[in-house]
């Protein structure tokens, strides 16, 4: 179990975040159209050797239902397009929470979870959903305990952390899904970051009809 932790914190979360959040060096890898969404825009940075993405639209819905939307943690299995047999809120505050996910892959792959501590915040008119990787071992060891029971050969990522941004402007509210992750384990890294690149935009897509769900839009 020591070694979960070492992983998980093999990058210096303070530092990579302040480096992921600062505009310099963000560069356009892709843009795909996603049906009934349109256009996402992919771009790509490498951070302390870590490579973050991110997927940006513009969207004519309320950027409130979009937060309200992405921090309904437990729920997301229901609408997500990505298999989260599991997802538990640990902590009950509403501005800042801890929660855990677990990604069912497909074999011969193990299944990934994360615990995560969010916060969300209102800053210059946009809504920042953001989370962090927190030490499960260290703070949640029972949770931990219990999800590994429930499914065994399950890692943790080596990392985790990203926000979701919900900015009100002209054409409607731009929606930006940032993430820094290394699944770690028995996938190289290459692999995973064209995985993560090429699914980004169906993760923006899916809260986007989630919100139009919810919203009637």
């Known amino acids: 179990m020591l070694l979960l932790s070492a992983l998980a914190f ?12 600062a505009e310099a ?7 795909k159209t996603v049906k009934g969404v349109g256009p996402v825009a992919v771009r790509h940075k490498q951070v302390l050797g870590e490579d973050c993405l991110e997927g940006s639209t513009t969207a004519a819905l ?29 902590t009950a505050g509403a501005d800042s929470f801890d929660y855990y996910q677990l990604l069912d892959n497909p074999a011969p792959v193990s299944d990934r ?8 915040s209102v800053e ?11 030490d499960a071992e260290a703070r949640y060891p029972a ?33 930006r899904y940032r993430i820094c992750t290394d699944a770690g384990g028995n996938i190289p890294r290459w ?3 064209i995985a993560a690149r090429s699914t980004l935009p169906g993760n923006v897509a899916d809260l986007i009809k989630e919100v139009r769900r919810r919203t009637g839009g």
Do not use: C, K, Y
């Not at 093999?10 to 959040?21: K, Q």
């Not at 060096?25 to 843009?31: A, N, P, R, S, Y």
């Not at 937060?67 to 309904?72: E, I, K, M």
């Open 10 to 21: 093999a990058t210096d979360p303070v530092a990579l975040r302040s480096a992921m959040e």
């Open 25 to 31: 060096g963000w560069e356009l890898v892709d843009t």
């Open 62 to 90: 309320d950027p409130d239902v979009f937060l309200a939307a992405a921090t309904d943690v437990e729920n997301q299995p229901r609408w997500s397009s990505w298999s989260l047999p599991a997802a538990r809120r640990l």
């Open 113 to 120: 979870f994360w615990f995560v501590h969010a916060t969300t």
């Open 124 to 134: 210059g008119g946009a809504r920042i959903f953001r989370w962090d990787q927190v």
């Open 143 to 175: 949770e931990l305990a219990e999800l590994q029971a429930r499914f065994p050969g399950a890692l943790s990522t080596r990392t985790n952390l990203g926000d979701w941004t919900f900015r009100p402007e002209a054409a409607g509210t731009l929606v």
């Open 191 to 193: 692999v995973g970051e």
